[in-house]
């Protein structure tokens, strides 16, 4: 409680912190947590939301700091401030890691991903991946947004509880990988807009790779067989000159 309360406190008379309620609770991938819920109220109403420690260390998991667009309304204006460059941000966000979440960071890896700019607020979203076996963890990251003028906007710790993960030593060959991509390979010509930027009205031609005719499927790399978005595996297709529909039809009901 006390830490929650150093963290939201707000230097104005204007606005009264007071914390609803303080919680033991299991997040979504079974983690011990405390769940800490808070309003700010002020004389024309209130805003509330609520933030997560590790309940083993006190680290901070789950935070979004309401105070900015609170001060705004507040005051009716906002003090402009030069942005920040997107090196700054990144050495900020560390900075702040550092501070809250020390005893995960020997997890991650620096974004390997330039991070995305809000144009319109200027606010930077960053994401440091976890590595395991020198190898990334699709889904799993910190994920940091840092305001223009430094300060932290949210933070948010997705880390499921694994116990054993899958060795590298039953990973098929990189040449097996390649001569598989090759032939699932195909084209798609679509127009990109290079950025979102309301001035830009720029589309480039461009073409992006399919495999077997979807954006989203990928390769099991221990059995090499081809699984879409959904985990799903996905069957070959045959070719035949009167029966390819019942054919293909008995391949995907795997008769």
Same mark, same amino acid.
């Given at each position: 409680?006390?830490?929650?309360?150093?963290?939201?406190?707000?230097?104005?008379?204007?606005?009264?912190?007071?914390?609803?309620?303080?919680?033991?609770?299991k997040n979504s991938y079974g983690q011990e947590v405390i769940?800490?819920?808070?309003?700010?109220?002020?004389?024309?109403?209130?805003?509330?939301?609520?933030?997560?420690?590790?309940?083993?260390?006190?680290?901070?998991?789950?935070?979004?700091?309401?105070?900015?667009?609170?001060?705004?309304?507040?005051?009716?204006?906002?003090?402009?401030?030069?942005?920040?460059?997107?090196?700054?941000?990144?050495?900020?966000?560390?900075?702040?890691?550092?501070?809250?979440?020390?005893?995960?960071?020997?997890?991650?890896?620096?974004?390997?991903?330039?991070?995305?700019?809000?144009?319109?607020?200027?606010?930077?979203?960053?994401?440091?991946?976890?590595?395991?076996?020198?190898?990334?963890?699709?889904?799993?990251?910190?994920?940091?947004?840092?305001?223009?003028?430094?300060?932290?906007?949210?933070?948010?710790?997705?880390?499921?509880?694994? &116990?054993?993960?899958? +060795? /590298?030593? =039953?990973?098929? #060959? @990189? !040449? &097996?990988?390649?001569? +598989? /991509?090759? =032939?699932?390979? #195909? @084209? !798609?010509?679509?127009?990109?807009?290079?950025?979102?930027?309301?001035?830009?009205?720029?589309?480039?031609?461009?073409?992006?790779?399919?495999?077997?005719?979807?954006?989203?499927?990928?390769?099991?790399?221990?059995?090499?067989?081809?699984?879409?978005?959904?985990?799903?595996?996905?069957?070959?297709?045959?070719?035949?000159?009167t029966a390819a529909e019942e054919l293909n039809y008995l391949?995907?009901?795997?008769?």
């Open positions: 409680k006390k830490a929650a309360e150093k963290l939201l406190q707000v230097k104005s008379d204007k606005v009264k912190l007071s914390i609803q309620s303080v919680e033991e609770v769940s800490i819920q808070y309003m700010y109220n002020y004389a024309n109403g209130g805003s509330g939301s609520s933030l997560e420690f590790d309940k083993k260390t006190g680290e901070l998991l789950q935070y979004h700091n309401a105070q900015n667009s609170m001060m705004i309304e507040l005051n009716g204006t906002k003090e402009e401030v030069a942005p920040i460059s997107q090196e700054e941000a990144i050495a900020q966000a560390v900075k702040y890691l550092k501070e809250l979440v020390p005893s995960y960071l020997h997890e991650y890896a620096m974004p390997l991903e330039d991070s995305y700019v809000d144009d319109a607020r200027g606010n930077y979203y960053l994401n440091f991946p976890r590595i395991v076996n020198g190898v990334m963890v699709s889904g799993d990251q910190i994920s940091v947004s840092i305001y223009k003028d430094g300060s932290l906007e949210n933070l948010s710790v997705s880390r499921p509880q694994i &116990e054993e993960w899958p +060795t /590298l030593d =039953k990973v098929i #060959s @990189l !040449k &097996e990988v390649e001569d +598989t /991509l090759s =032939k699932a390979l #195909s @084209l !798609k010509m679509s127009y990109m807009k290079g950025n979102h930027k309301k001035e830009n009205s720029h589309y480039d031609l461009i073409y992006s790779p399919l495999f077997n005719e979807t954006a989203f499927n990928v390769l099991d790399a221990n059995s090499g067989k081809w699984i879409n978005q959904y985990n799903i595996e996905v069957t070959p297709e045959v070719s035949h000159a391949i995907k009901a795997k008769v």
